[in-house]
């Protein structure tokens, strides 16, 4: 798409790394020359001040009906945003999801952050779009000094910007705006069609394992109200009855001089089921990482339930532990191990978790507790033709899933190349 795109007459060496070649009649200016700092503090009047975050969908207001994180004693500290100031985080550059943006309303932000004015030769969102594109593969590393990855002002007030004329930089920013908001509205109805896929999905599990496949089944009365009814011929068990909680945790002697792979309770997604692992040295590893799994069982937070931290091993390995903030769930005789897992992390028996759990910040469930929880259970052949059922049917819904998310990838990455392209004049806008 982009090679379509017309240039520019000649082009000249920039002589900056991350820049390139930019056209002949375009300058190169030191940001100190239009940029000013904006150092002021709210003081004692941060009462007036809305507050504002840098966050990867640009500057927006704090929600204080709802805050999350943490929040100084007092504001005092905090600059004094206007609108239209471009936002700086030059520390942990490296590690930050999005280090600039643009202000478009007035505010307060903390004081660590740098505020920046261009000068009125200067449109704010071109030099937004330009750094933003800098931002996305962290092309400012050479920079970096220090432990926390520091971009000190005044080498930042140093480096060049590439600069075309008024006119240009307006067309620029006009073009990007459209174009960007084309691809936004793409991406955000992928993202809609992956929720409404997973919301299908969800259905899917949930009537499987409570009301089977044979839809023209005589039904009974569960006795349990987030069951509702079931096949007459099925049972309601506790949970304790189909399987065993594995309390067994790593025997120091024997790991103590080799690596183990741990999974905590951050590292399942909720949404694939999937775990992620990180592989330590045994005496290097946390102490919440002491949970022994083994292959068919099925691992579900005890600690905040409602993040639906839940996975069922499919595969053996002796390395793998898991925190102790999961109940381990393993399979009795009799129990087919996948039908267990569908069960485990069905969002009807995930929300009777939340609603037996206790505390107010961080709300957890006894582990004899969780297992006391009654489901729904049918005979061994027909959980091996619900678990085939649903296997085959939501393996059709993650590749369209993942298809999906394929795209957006693209989509980012083309959005990315474009605005690159835009700002530095490898295409003529």
């Known amino acids: 798409m982009l090679r379509q795109e017309p240039k520019y007459e000649s082009y000249k060496d920039s002589g900056v790394p991350w820049i390139g070649t930019i056209p002949t009649d375009w300058k190169l200016v030191r940001n100190k020359t239009i940029l000013s700092e904006r150092t002021g503090t709210v003081g004692k009047r941060a009462s007036e001040y809305t507050l504002l975050s840098l966050t990867l969908c640009g500057v927006v207001p704090r929600d204080m009906e709802n805050p999350m994180g ?5 504001f005092d500290t905090y600059k004094i945003v206007e609108p239209d100031d471009l936002i700086f985080c030059l520390f942990d550059v490296a590690e930050t999801p999005r280090t600039v943006g643009r202000s478009q309303k007035g505010g307060m932000i ?19 779009y330009f750094y933003l594109s800098l931002d996305y593969d962290k092309r400012l590393s050479s920079l970096y000094t220090g432990l926390r990855n520091v971009i000190k002002i005044d080498t930042f007030m140093s480096i060049k910007t590439p600069v075309p004329d008024f006119a240009t930089q307006n067309r620029i920013v006009k073009f990007l705006d459209e174009k960007t908001a084309e691809i936004d509205a793409a991406i955000a109805n992928k993202r809609r069609l992956i929720e ?6 969800t259905i899917l599990i949930n009537r499987a394992v409570t009301k089977g496949l044979n839809p023209n089944a005589p039904m009974k009365d569960s006795g349990v109200d987030w069951i509702g009814e079931i096949p007459a011929h099925w049972e309601v ?24 792979k741990y999974v905590d309770i951050s590292s399942v997604d909720a949404e694939t089921n999937q775990y992620a692992y990180e592989e330590q040295a045994f005496v ?25 931290a839940v996975a069922t091993l499919q595969q053996a390995d002796p ?12 399979p009795k005789q009799g129990t087919d191990a996948r039908f267990l897992g569908y069960v485990i992390r069905n969002d009807l028996f995930i929300g009777e978790v939340v609603s037996n759990s206790v505390g107010a910040s961080y709300p957890a469930i006894n582990t004899s507790d969780l297992f006391k929880i009654r489901i729904p259970v049918p005979d061994l052949l027909t959980q091996n033709r619900i678990v085939n059922f649903l296997d085959e049917k939501t393996a059709e819904t993650d590749a369209t899933i993942a298809k999906e998310r394929r795209s957006i990838d693209l989509l980012n990455e083309f959005k990315q190349i474009l605005i690159a392209n835009a700002v530095t004049g490898k295409i003529r806008i």
């Open 70 to 74: 943490k929040f100084p004693a007092e």
């Open 110 to 128: 903390t004081g660590a952050y740098t505020i920046l004015k261009p000068r009125e030769s200067i449109c704010t969102s071109f030099l937004h």
């Open 196 to 201: 409404l896929l997973n919301e299908q999905k």
């Open 237 to 260: 068990l506790r949970l304790e009855t189909i399987a065993t909680y594995n309390d067994d945790t790593v025997n120091e002697r024997q790991y103590q001089y080799r690596s183990i």
């Open 284 to 308: 290097d590893a946390p102490l919440r990482a002491r949970r022994l799994v083994q292959k068919g069982d099925t691992i579900i937070s005890t600690v905040r339930p409602y993040l639906k």
């Open 319 to 330: 390395d793998l532990v898991v925190s102790t903030g999961f109940a381990v769930a393993r």
